[in-house]
């Protein structure tokens, strides 16, 4: 197996544990995995492992992870606005008692 070969293995696999976190509510190691596939993706780019031709294989990948990414910033912003609305109701109560 090719060194690319392995980096897009490797880069599948990060973007599915991505995907398992997001779909658990975890969001806590996201950012921790997010930086191992930048620099996976950085280094299939530096080395010239591939052209910008990109293979199915990559294109896919790529585009699987834009979708994760808006997804996850979705699931974020929503579970921040529900933990801002929660927030207030609990502190309104805490002042009327």
Known sequence: MTSLAKDLDLLESLSKKIS???????????????????????KIIDNN??????????????????????FTEAKIAQSSKKRNIFNKRLKAYSHNR
Do not use: C, T, W, Y
């Open 20 to 42: 398992d976190l997001i779909f658990e509510g975890d969001f806590s190691l996201i950012p921790e995995i997010d930086s191992q596939r930048q620099k996976i993706i950085k």
């Open 49 to 70: 492992l591939i052209d910008f031709n990109f293979s199915p294989r990559v294109r896919k990948i790529i585009e699987n992870n834009n979708k994760l990414i808006n």
